[in-house]
């Protein structure tokens, strides 16, 4: 195809201009005037971030594959293209076929960050599709959304005809079914489409407060609208279809290989993680599947990497074989492997002996708390033994180098907890200078980070209180003081994010519809691109917060186990009851078993598939 | 053995710059499945280098590749895999195999053809004897005045715009787009349409 939909001066003004003409290999082809249903599926950040997102490659081959239907991408424009469109006032357009993005259909929305929301706006502006959802007509496309942040959508909420709550597929051919019968009346097809399970469609339901300002009662406007919104979930996991065609990007893109999705869930039940919650049960793909594929993928994109995606990889039931297989094939091919989340333990270092130049490789430990007392209350199954004894052996087998990650303001904690964490590291240097001086390679180097506590909903944590900026950045302080005073300080280097970034990610990740003006207010006052730390301004977001009337202290506050929560309404099939003994257990520093050792009855059993029938007759 | 790969480069594939366009190649001959060698070491990469790299926004019938591959592949067959991997506008034409003491396509490159493609223009400014330009070099702020008449070695009005042969190399380098801003005029679109070495035989 040799149409672009901006001009070529534009194109050689702008940065990157591989972003906006589409054309890359793979990219599925159609005369759009054979389909029924056209869908702009719109991952809202940058081109290389969207790309690099598996959801969306699975996503868009899915519905592809329905004959009916073309499904074309688009991104967030970069500031310099932004500028130039607002100036000009050129809409925004498709890459596949060039097409402005209002003359679609629908509009689809990954969401995979909170702080993805005011790109949210700038796609719907930019396109010319009014913001709220309640002020689009039937000659607006449908705007629906899916991804982590549909868990708790209420903040988005008011953008959305609907959300999809869970995995897409699922229920999608039922939504796009159900479209194609009713295209062109958007009423008739929402309140249609809240019947199936999955479906939220906000417009339905009505929030009320108290005096308080928390909620009083969440409920559907008409008695055929569902109460309760169901999470969807594949249990055979290898009867997911492969991404058959993914499509290869010629600009380097922040994931540039393949990525293997080896499960979905995690059998750990760390209680600050959302992820470990609502992706429950775990649920992996035979070893024989991901074989297939990974040659397939390989074959097909010309990929020099290949890695490793789940939760935590030495979960997943067939690691040796897979990774067996993966290092004879890659060696003969010539062939990256990346391994994030494996453990440390003899057999992982073996395995990235193999693969990896030691000498730069790092190792890896998510201890995320400095104490054995605090990693209990967040259940996190790492001990100091599993950390002493698995750099020990690295050392001794050629590393120097060493990534520990930690979170700061969790519940419970205290200055113990945060010293702890320059005394953690300050051993593991010193178990470095116990193997003698001729088998070391060079220092030990310790790059410790803290990232700030956000409490999500759908989590044991989703209770707890969070700390201001302020305190945060106290607290980074202490740690940092603590570290200086140790004997090895020299080894280690500390660093952390952004806690204003934290702050806001907590509002909107257990925010309430009343958000949606804040978002609003934020994107008129110019914020955009709010997950890039250079374009994150939390002067805006302020004024912003003030010009609503909104606090952030409300939405970060501890909230009592008998409120209503916003996103009480979805049943992600973990119940609350076991949250909240979760919660209990937190604060009386009880560790939970994992799902493999035994079962905590998270009920997450009714999905009637994954860990939870594994082994058991 | 060593190969060089002719290709075009038309279309939008213009707006792809030349880092890119190596990765895009680089995975082309892993798809195409091309016995093409690698460097050693823990992340091995493809012995691959292009004549010179083309300027976002231009366009190319004659790039020039080189490769290295460890077993024999014949001609046809070779070009007929990489095609059917290519992406809409990259076109395989060639595939030679060079003299193993052979040098690399960059450093015999010395000049190259170019079709302009522009409205009516001038080239008057141009019959002097002598066109003294002057740049200045953004690092040291230094500038230096040269002379890039013997640069232009044929340049002509053709129906579609302009017509050029210039020097392309190491030795002296002149670009279409600097003859283009001396003859002030506007251009559509620039395209290499061949590239030759010292002795005026095309790579
Ligand atoms: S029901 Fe039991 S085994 Fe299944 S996910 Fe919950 S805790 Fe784990």
Redesign the interface.
């Known amino acids: 195809m040799d149409k672009t939909f901006l001009s070529e001066d534009i194109l050689l003004k702008v940065d990157k201009p591989a972003r906006y003409i589409g054309n890359e290999i793979n990219m599925c082809i159609k005369d759009p005037a054979e389909v029924d249903i056209r869908i702009a599926f719109c991952f809202p950040d940058v081109y290389e971030i969207g790309m690099s997102n598996i959801g969306m490659q699975i996503i868009y081959g899915m519905f592809n594959a329905r004959e009916d239907t073309y499904c074309e991408r688009v991104f967030s424009p970069w500031f310099d293209l932004d500028a130039i469109m607002r100036e000009r006032h050129i809409p925004l357009f498709t890459l596949e076929t060039q097409t402005p993005v209002r003359e679609l259909d629908m509009l689809a929305f990954t969401m995979g960050y909170e702080m993805c929301y005011t790109n949210i706006l700038q796609v719907l502006d930019l396109s010319g599709i009014p913001m709220y959802a309640s002020d689009r007509t039937d000659s607006d496309p449908i705007v629906f959304g899916g991804g982590t942040c549909a868990y708790n959508p209420e903040p988005i909420a008011d953008f959305f005809d609907f959300l999809y709550i869970g995995e897409a597929e699922t229920r999608y051919d039922m939504v796009l079914d159900l479209f194609r019968k009713h295209k062109g009346d958007r009423k008739t097809f929402l309140r249609e489409v809240s019947h199936i399970e999955g479906i939220y469609v906000p417009s339905l339901y009505e929030p009320a407060y108290n005096e308080d300002g928390t909620l009083r009662a969440f409920t559907p406007k008409y008695e055929d609208v569902p109460a309760r919104v169901k999470r969807q979930t594949v249990i055979d996991m290898d009867s997911v279809r492969f991404i058959d065609r993914p499509v290869v990007p010629f600009i380097k893109v922040t994931q540039d290989r393949v990525v293997l999705e080896i499960m979905r869930g995690c059998i750990r039940g760390c209680r600050f993680c959302q992820a470990g919650m609502i992706y429950r049960p775990q649920r992996e793909h035979s070893a024989e599947y991901l074989k297939k594929y990974a040659v397939k993928m390989l074959e097909i994109t010309g990929a020099d990497e290949i890695s490793l995606s789940s939760l935590s990889s030495s979960d997943y039931s067939g690691i040796k074989e897979l990774l067996d297989f993966l290092i004879e094939y890659t060696s003969k091919k010539k062939v990256n492997i990346s391994l994030p989340s494996l453990r440390i333990d003899a057999f992982s270092l073996d395995v990235m002996n193999k693969v990896q130049d030691v000498k730069k490789s790092s190792l890896t430990f998510a201890a995320e708390a400095g104490t054995q007392r605090l990693r209990d209350v967040i259940n996190k199954g790492i001990t100091e033994e599993d950390i002493m004894s698995g750099s020990l052996e690295a050392f001794k087998g050629g590393w120097n180098k060493v990534k520990m990650y930690f979170m700061l303001g969790l519940p419970t904690e205290t200055d113990e907890d945060r010293n702890g964490i320059g005394e953690l590291c300050e051993r593991i240097a010193e178990n470095y200078y116990t193997i003698p001086r001729e088998e070391r390679n060079g220092k030990v180097q310790i790059q410790a980070s803290s990232s700030f506590f956000v409490p999500k909903p759908f989590t044991p944590f989703q209770w707890a209180g969070m700390k201001t900026a302020a305190e945060y950045t106290e607290m980074a302080h202490q740690v940092k003081d603590h570290i200086r005073e140790q004997l090895n300080q020299k080894c280690i280097r500390y660093a952390w994010h952004d806690p204003e970034v934290s702050v806001l990610e907590g509002v909107f990740a257990r925010g309430d519809r009343r958000l949606s003006e804040l978002i609003v207010t934020a994107y008129r006052n110019g914020c955009m691109y709010d997950a890039w730390s250079d374009s994150f301004r939390a002067d805006l977001w302020k004024k912003s917060f003030e010009e609503c009337g909104i606090s952030p202290d409300f939405y970060n506050r501890e909230r009592e186990t008998d409120e209503l929560l916003p996103w009480d309404f979805i049943d992600i099939g973990v119940s609350r009851e076991f949250l909240e003994r979760e919660w209990n257990n937190a604060r009386l520093g009880r560790v939970t078993p994992n799902c493999r050792q035994q079962c905590a009855g998270c009920g997450a059993r009714s999905f009637e598939g994954g860990v939870c029938f594994e082994d058991k007759n | 053995m060593k190969i060089r790969i002719k290709f075009s480069k038309r ?3 213009r ?3 030349h880092l ?1 366009m190596m ?2 190649f ?6 195409a499945d091309i016995p093409i060698r ?1 460097s050693d ?4 990469h493809q012995i691959m280098s292009f004549a010179a790299p083309l300027g ?2 231009t366009e190319s019938d004659a790039e020039y590749m080189d490769i290295e591959i460890t077993e024999d592949i014949d001609r046809a067959e070779a070009v007929k895999r990489l095609n059917d ?1 290519m ?3 990259v076109k395989v034409l060639d595939w030679k195999v060079m003299p193993d003491n052979s040098k690399t396509a960059m450093s015999q490159m010395e000049s190259a053809d170019y079709l302009v493609i522009c409205g009516d223009v001038e080239l008057a400014p141009l019959q002097k004897d002598e066109i003294p330009v002057t740049k200045e070099n953004k690092k040291t702020g230094e500038s230096k005045t040269v002379d890039i008449k013997p640069m232009i070695y044929e340049i002509h009005k053709v129906p579609e715009g302009v017509f050029m042969h210039i020097a392309q190399g190491s030795s002296a380098n002149l670009k279409p787009s600097a003859v283009m801003e001396l003859l002030g005029t506007g251009y ?1 679109r620039i395209i290499r349409k061949e590239i030759y070495d010292s002795n005026g035989l095309t790579l």
């Open positions: 279309g939008n594939i707006f792809i710059g890119d990765r895009y680089q995975k082309c001959m892993r798809r690698y070491g823990f992340s091995p976002l926004g991997v992406c809409d506008g559509d």
